[in-house]
């Protein structure tokens, strides 16, 4: 207790003495060029090269794509089509699928000003059918290949097919009657 006293005193006697103000931004450089003059002292290296922050960023950025990549095998592998259940529904798949190829390639070829509302409509069922064939996909990876499941993707290829046919027939009723109505006019 005595020794805290004695150094409150001390402090009191040199109050009006002491600096109390902070050093200049340079300070530190005069010191060091002020002590290199006196004796031989190596300077201080003002900038040190941390490697840590620069491998911190490298391993987040690696770390992120996996990630990435995982999560893109994991969603890949949620879906699967019928040619993933047997060769019998490869065959069946690749079937429907040629015919509606060739059907779509038939309903180009004959396109025409008259039938534009009818393919454009035809177009929008089409992609109503296949939006939900995704849905079927994805329903029958977690269903575990269910016949049900199966069943339906058929189904829904069935459903494309007879759509399109339907639509060349129409086509082609509508090319007809445009064919006759034209014969008539000129004779």
């Known amino acids: 207790m005595k020794k805290e006293y004695e150094i409150e005193k001390i402090f009191k006697r040199m ?20 002590l290199q003059v006196h004796t031989n002292v190596v ?28 999560n893109n095998t994991i969603n890949t592998q949620e879906e699967t089509d019928l040619a993933s259940v047997s060769d019998q ?7 429907f ?12 070829k004959n396109t025409s000003l008259e039938t534009t ?14 939006s939900n064939y995704e ?16 069943s339906a993707m058929i189904t829904n290829f069935q459903k494309r097919a007879s759509l399109l046919q339907e639509v060349l027939e129409k086509i082609n009723e509508i090319n007809t009657l ?4 034209n014969e008539d006019n000129i004779l």
């Open 89 to 95: 529904m490869k065959d069946t798949q690749n079937f």
């Open 178 to 181: 445009k064919l006759t109505e």
């Open 43 to 70: 300077p201080l290296q003002t900038k040190r090269r941390n490697w840590l922050k620069p491998l911190a960023i490298a391993a987040s950025i690696t770390i992120l794509f996996g990630i990435v990549s995982v």
């Open 15 to 34: 109050e009006n003495q002491l600096d109390i103000l902070e050093p200049s931004a340079d300070h530190k450089v005069r010191f060091l060029e002020k």
């Open 117 to 130: 509302n009818l393919i454009k409509d035809a177009m929008e069922q089409l992609k109503k059918l296949e």
């Open 135 to 150: 849905i079927l996909k994805k329903d029958l990876f977690q269903s575990n290949n269910d016949k049900r499941v199966i």
């Open 97 to 108: 699928t040629v015919a509606i190829e060739a059907q779509l390639e038939e309903i180009n």
